[in-house]
């Protein structure tokens, strides 16, 4: 395996920025990001770089070299922004102090997206170098800082540039291997439709002692509206009509899935859970990759210190996000569930001598993207599996993912462009949580992965 | 009415004093405010000051001045913790930097219970100057730092020290008027059940694309337990059993209810709630002094941050407390509540493909208390009237409050003492709640209450 120290090095300071996009006090983090990839652009031959920040938002870093138009033209997709970090304490070494460890990058955002955006880049300054004046591939790369808080910037400015870029195919690099040993290559992702309800009470936070009793608590409303989301003995969500447009599992599905590693046993170990569980009828891989479910990201309601305050809260406010499968539409999924959530929401109740609503319940949408499924047979998924066998020593396995990336969707569905999803992280990468790491030498393959990638491109 | 400007002065340091008796990083602060109140006992005239600390906790500040053993004798009570802050961004000025707007103190503790504790400690001071070397009324004080956080070691210290606690009565300021021109004496007081529930699910916080459908959402779990407590219609609690030891309402009970001028308007405006709610088949008033409830104090659960963050939450816990009435037994309700939990609780159900506890549901215990019910007409009660009405012109009500003094249930169910309360606060005092105030002249007029019960108390 080719070291390049070098490139690795550049990796850290790039990890070093705090890049958290959804977090207002990193705007300036984010300006840094979005710089640090304009020069990482340069440095790797291409001139031609420009920054958009559309409507207020994190900077898009748009790039291209075109050398010939006649010749094939790839387009680059990476993001530069990451997940907050908290829980902070259950970090080991500090999330933005890069920290090698058995032969990996412990950083927030090494695997999501920074190390796998750096095999981009890094792996251009090698052709760059390795090609010179005549470049037999047209490059164009879009970098964005909104993928972890919903992509409002890429999604307006691609629709306003779909001339700007038009590609014979995009490679995203922001999936993991299925396994350690056993590369994949997704040709479905999951949607999301990222909710927030917030149930308001009182005009303040009130003693419990003078007041419980006579007013409605807000939390016991969320907890109403939050129960009847989902039945946890089925595991099927409750949400009418949330199943509606779901597409059943196909025969390829099945065929492909029987070529799929997957063991439960070790999907639970890595979850550090006790037992899987989900929707009944449906097999773990399934549950978690073709079919929509529900999930609370967060709630937040009056005390929540150590031991006790006897509050009756003003607030009690949820975050709630549903993965959705292909087909599913992410508006009419967003209606439904507010509609879901009003229809449940105590006002509507009839409550003894009550003579108005108890509490208000407001439900909004924060972010949503539909789905993606790409054919598994298309001629640039299938370069990408040779390329991916001839690196890392084992054919990747065709699968569908439960993640969601809302670009791809933008790219296959408006842009109606193919998609090469060539990933290099990790299962156990913990991505989104505390201790997120990159495997050094899945930085370097990845780096070799995608010059084969382009250099095959540029010989077609 | 007299102004005491210079205890006004002295009150004001005591409140810069941040003596959060939950909160672990407040200890030296603790030890501090338990300092202040022994040097103003002793600044009364009383010599004798012993501080005692139980298993670690905050200290005991007791003390007594006995000048002739046949004379009557009074124990005085007051708390010198005060309630966490938060949100702290709530308050017009800064908790522990008392500020005086339109004849108020504003500073947490002010009116709970620093200001009323010194009502006490004040007028002791003036007696002291008025009776000289022989004073006409035995006194013992007892001031604990535990109130707000369940007064372990108050109770501890108490039932092994009878004989030094042992008094014709006991006086407690600690309660507020019911209405602004309305002083009240309370004659009853709920006790408090305060617990608290961890739903543990997987190792980590996960990421819900990679893991959602496929491991039960501990957030869920808690929904559910949370949504199984209460119903929101009747306004019933729906632990089994917990309405089996309730004492209906009873005659007096009514009589003196009716000559409260409680205005249910009044009560929705100061909750700056919309509307009431509650216990069908009751009026608010006796929801909120004569029946048990149940409140959500708190929820904690996954991403509580701005905007968006896709996690399958590794924990969700609640703080959840339950006012008991007299002759609910706080053990036997903490039982309940636990065994009601467990059997909501995932794990008891059987899901498809499960093999083991989806989650781990945990319940315990914070702190309890008995409620309280006294004879509404004994002789020190009636006292307490007259010089109420005598210092604030208006003769007060005798009511049942929603509130738990845990401590009133030690001086009267264990030690066999009756209580006086004399209560100085106002209804809109803030308590526990940002911007708690506390009235300069129901300060003075406190100071002078108090001193006008000792007097005649000193004349029998």
Redesign the interface.
């Known amino acids: 395996m080719k070291e390049y120290t070098d490139y690795l090095d550049e990796l850290l300071d790039f990890l070093r920025i705090p890049s958290v996009s959804?977090?207002?006090e990193h705007g300036d983090d984010m300006i840094r990001a979005a710089g640090w990839v304009a020069d990482a652009i340069r440095k790797a031959g291409i001139d031609f770089v420009e920054t958009h920040v559309v409507d207020g938002g994190h900077p898009l870093v748009f790039a291209e070299r075109i050398d010939d138009p006649a010749n094939p033209t790839v387009l680059l997709y990476g993001h530069y922004d990451v997940?907050?970090v908290?829980?902070l304490d259950?970090w080991k070494s500090p999330p933005f102090s890069p920290e090698i460890r058995g032969g990996a990058i412990y950083a927030r955002g090494s695997s999501d997206d920074k190390g796998q955006l750096c095999t981009h880049l890094f792996a251009l300054r090698e052709l760059s170098a390795k090609w010179g004046d005549k470049w037999p591939v047209n490059i164009k790369i879009i970098a964005e800082g909104e993928e972890?808080?919903?992509g409002a910037s890429i999604e307006k400015w691609a629709a306003e540039n779909h001339e700007k870029l038009a590609a014979d195919f995009a490679v995203i690099s922001d999936t993991a291997f299925l396994k350690r040993d056993t590369p994949s290559i997704d040709y479905g992702l999951?949607g999301?439709v990222?909710m927030e309800i917030e149930v308001t009470?009182?005009?303040?936070?009130?003693?419990?002692?003078?007041?419980?009793?006579?007013?409605?608590?807000p939390?016991?409303?969320?907890?109403?509206i939050?129960?009847s989301?989902?039945d946890?003995?089925?595991?099927r969500v409750l949400i009418p009509g949330f199943y509606d447009d779901v597409v059943a599992i196909t025969e390829t599905d099945r065929r492909l899935a029987a070529e799929v590693p997957f063991e439960e046993s070790k999907?639970i170990e890595q979850?550090?859970?006790?037992?899987?569980?989900?929707?009944?009828?449906y097999s773990?891989y399934e549950?978690?990759t073709s079919?929509?479910?529900?999930?609370?990201?967060?709630?937040?309601?009056?005390?929540?210190?150590?031991?006790?305050?006897?509050?009756?809260?003003?607030r009690?406010s949820?975050?709630v996000?549903m993965?959705i499968v292909p087909n599913q539409n992410p508006d009419d999924i967003a209606r439904k569930f507010c509609e879901h959530v009003n229809a449940i929401a105590?006002p509507q109740?009839?409550?003894?001598?009550?003579?108005?609503?108890?509490?208000?319940v407001e439900c909004r949408k924060?972010?949503a993207a539909s789905g993606v499924l790409l054919n598994p047979e298309s001629p640039h998924i299938s370069a990408a599996r040779d390329v991916m066998e001839e690196v890392f020593g084992a054919r990747p396995v065709l699968i569908r993912?439960?993640?969601?990336i809302p670009i791809a969707t933008i790219f296959n569905v408006e842009l109606g462009m193919d998609v090469v999803f060539l990933g290099f992280g990790m299962?156990d990468d913990?991505?989104?949580?505390?201790n997120e790491k990159f495997e050094i030498a899945q930085f370097y393959k990845g780096i070799e992965a995608v010059m084969k990638l382009l250099e095959r491109v540029g010989k077609r």
Not at 219 to 224: D, Q, V
Not at 291 to 314: H, S, Y
Not at 401 to 404: D, E, F, Q, Y
């Open positions: 959804t977090l207002p997940q907050p908290d829980p259950e972890e808080a919903g999951r999301i990222y009470g009182p005009g303040r936070d009130l003693h419990s002692g003078v007041y419980g009793g006579g007013v409605m608590n939390g016991s409303a969320l907890a109403r939050l129960d989301l989902i946890l003995e089925t595991g999907f979850a550090g859970a006790k037992t899987c569980w989900g929707e009944s009828g773990t549950r978690i079919r929509p479910t529900l999930d609370i990201n967060g709630i937040t309601c009056g005390f929540q210190g150590e031991g006790a305050k006897t509050v009756l809260p003003r009690a949820a975050k996000s993965r105590p109740v009839s409550v003894a001598q009550v003579t108005g609503a108890p509490v208000t924060i972010h993912s439960g993640a969601s299962p913990a991505l989104h949580s505390p």
